[in-house]
């Protein structure tokens, strides 16, 4: 009986070990990709939402001045678009679409 009792607490442990593993892991992956300017995607989704604001925005020249931020909350991620400083489009992206957020 104390064999079985020792043998159920040593198995808890490898269980819990692996889901604070499983939890960490998560969690540096939203920190480290999550709601900052630096990540592998976050150029691509630069790019798709300043060429998204220059489509809706035809009757504007040029790109100067223009700047996009993405923030990713993990179900989808925002893409703010600047004009020298200044909020005028704020988008999302999720399902491989771009879409305005009002």
Request: with cysteine; hydrophobic share 35%; net charge negative.
């Amino acid at each position: 009986m104390e064999n079985e009792k020792s043998s159920k607490n040593g198995i808890s442990k490898y269980v819990n070990i692996a889901l604070i593993l499983l939890i960490l892991l998560f969690g540096f992956n939203k920190f480290t990709s999550g709601g900052s300017v630096l990540g592998a995607g976050n150029e691509n989704l630069s790019k798709l939402a300043l060429e998204y604001y220059l489509e809706k925005n035809s009757d504007q020249v040029g790109q100067e001045g223009l700047e996009a931020i993405v923030k990713n909350y993990g179900c989808h991620s925002e893409i703010h678009i600047f004009k020298n400083g200044e909020l005028v489009m704020r988008t999302g992206y999720s399902g491989g679409q771009v879409y305005e957020i009002n």
